[in-house]
């Protein structure tokens, strides 16, 4: 992979495809650096740069996820490269895929927050604006169905949402012996997993992820600042386990008089990142959990990862659909030759 600057070095066979680092679910008044950072790619059709070599530039990346983004998946019969641009209603139509540093993922929120954001950015750079001059945009994935994300000023802030397929979570097995694994490796080896743990679920549509729920504390963020997980073995449960964990999803309940309603942080080694710092697929679970166990049914709840850069999110559990909203950050704007 290189980046370059200028286009007149490029020979007439290297084409250089659009690239941004963006910081999804900032924290404070839209700060940079903050959140989970994810690249964002663009192309024409999908099928210009091979799976192989969007993995390549996934791992030398070095983020946590790198988004995809295309007009469609294959070129049309006749050749002809037509860009969808923006509709009356202000709505895009693109494909999107998301790649770890080791593999490509079935749903990745913040790189879909990053997409949205970059989008957005590359319409407004282009009209020379920075009023909203796209509103609305509907993703086509490969695994997860159709995404649709919306962008709407609040204040000075250009807040997204994106609407997800929700994951109920399912209690695990009564008899696995993953409850007491989880507890060894996450919060200690002396422990019992009922010391600290409600329980465990898994998400029956999304390979891989669980929801690790802390029993309640007094001071619950700095409970859960405090987990310090064993990775290396962390990353082993991913293979030896029969429900295959290899994004992990801690939370416990705020307390009643913070302006949160829960927190989280996500641990995922066996995606070659030990700590994502903010999630928003997570939410896809954690939002169907808290709802039911707060009894707020119908109404949106307010949370924070508690990750070293932090996060903050709203969601909203919609019938078969999460909301989950957040303000995002463009870092940095480039070129990549594959």
């Given at each position: 992979?290189?980046?370059?600057?200028?286009?007149?070095?490029?020979?007439?066979?290297?084409?250089?495809?659009?690239?941004?680092v963006?910081?999804?679910?900032?924290?404070?008044?839209?700060?940079?650096?903050?959140?989970?950072?994810?690249?964002?790619v663009?192309?024409?059709?999908?099928?210009?740069?091979?799976?192989?070599?969007?993995?390549?530039?996934?791992?030398?990346?070095k983020?946590?996820?790198?988004?995809?983004?295309?007009?469609?998946?294959?070129?049309?019969?006749?050749?002809?490269?037509r860009?969808?641009?923006?509709?009356?209603?202000?709505?895009?139509?693109?494909?999107?895929?998301?790649?770890?540093?080791?593999?490509?993922?079935?749903?990745?929120?913040?790189?879909?927050?990053?997409?949205?954001?970059?989008?957005?950015?590359?319409y407004?750079?282009k009209?020379?604006?920075?009023?909203?001059?796209?509103?609305?945009i509907?993703?086509?994935?490969?695994?997860?169905?159709?995404?649709?994300?919306?962008?709407?000023?609040?204040?000075?802030?250009?807040?997204?949402?994106?609407?997800?397929?929700?994951?109920?979570?399912?209690?695990?097995?009564?008899?696995?012996?993953?409850?007491?694994?989880?507890?060894?490796?996450?919060?200690?080896?002396?422990?019992?997993?009922?010391?600290?743990?409600?329980?465990?679920?898994?998400?029956?549509?999304?390979?891989?992820?669980?929801?690790?729920?802390?029993?309640?504390?007094?001071?619950?963020?700095?409970?859960?600042?405090?987990?310090?997980?064993?990775?290396?073995?962390?990353?082993?449960?991913?293979?030896?386990?029969?429900?295959?964990?290899?994004?992990?999803?801690v939370?416990?309940?705020?307390?009643?008089?913070?302006?949160?309603?829960?927190?989280?942080?996500?641990?995922?080694?066996?995606?070659?990142?030990?700590?994502?710092?903010?999630?928003?697929?997570?939410?896809?679970?954690?939002?169907?959990y808290?709802?039911?166990?707060?009894?707020?049914?119908?109404?949106?709840?307010?949370?924070?990862?508690?990750?070293?850069?932090?996060?903050?999110?709203?969601?909203?559990?919609?019938?078969?659909?999460?909301?989950?909203?957040?303000?995002?950050?463009?870092?940095?704007?480039?070129?990549?030759?594959?």
């Amino acid at each position: 992979m290189r980046t370059i600057i200028e286009n007149q070095f490029l020979k007439k066979s290297e084409k250089p495809f659009p690239t941004f680092v963006v910081d999804a679910f900032t924290t404070g008044d839209n700060l940079a650096y903050t959140g989970n950072p994810a690249g964002v790619v663009f192309m024409n059709y999908d099928d210009e740069i091979p799976d192989e070599t969007k993995q390549k530039i996934a791992t030398s990346m070095k983020l946590s996820q790198t988004a995809f983004v295309a007009w469609d998946w294959t070129k049309p019969e006749d050749g002809a490269c037509r860009e969808p641009g923006v509709d009356d209603r202000k709505t895009l139509k693109r494909t999107i895929r998301w790649y770890s540093p080791t593999h490509e993922c079935n749903l990745c929120g913040h790189a879909t927050v990053g997409s949205v954001k970059s989008l957005l950015k590359y319409y407004q750079d282009k009209t020379n604006t920075n009023d909203l001059v796209v509103e609305n945009i509907e993703f086509k994935s490969k695994f997860s169905g159709n995404l649709f994300a919306s962008i709407e000023k609040q204040d000075d802030a250009e807040v997204i949402t994106i609407d997800l397929p929700v994951n109920l979570p399912k209690s695990i097995d009564p008899d696995s012996t993953l409850r007491q694994q989880i507890t060894e490796t996450i919060f200690g080896a002396s422990l019992q997993w009922n010391d600290v743990l409600e329980d465990v679920f898994y998400a029956p549509t999304i390979p891989n992820y669980l929801l690790v729920v802390m029993k309640s504390t007094e001071d619950p963020e700095q409970t859960l600042r405090n987990v310090s997980p064993n990775f290396p073995e962390l990353e082993k449960l991913a293979y030896i386990s029969e429900y295959h964990p290899g994004a992990i999803f801690v939370t416990i309940k705020a307390r009643d008089e913070d302006p949160d309603d829960f927190y989280a942080r996500t641990f995922a080694p066996y995606f070659g990142v030990n700590e994502d710092p903010s999630s928003g697929s997570a939410h896809t679970l954690l939002t169907p959990y808290w709802t039911k166990k707060l009894g707020k049914d119908g109404q949106a709840l307010h949370t924070r990862h508690l990750s070293a850069r932090g996060g903050k999110l709203k969601v909203l559990w919609d019938g078969d659909r999460v909301l989950i909203s957040g303000t995002a950050r463009v870092v940095i704007k480039g070129e990549i030759i594959p």
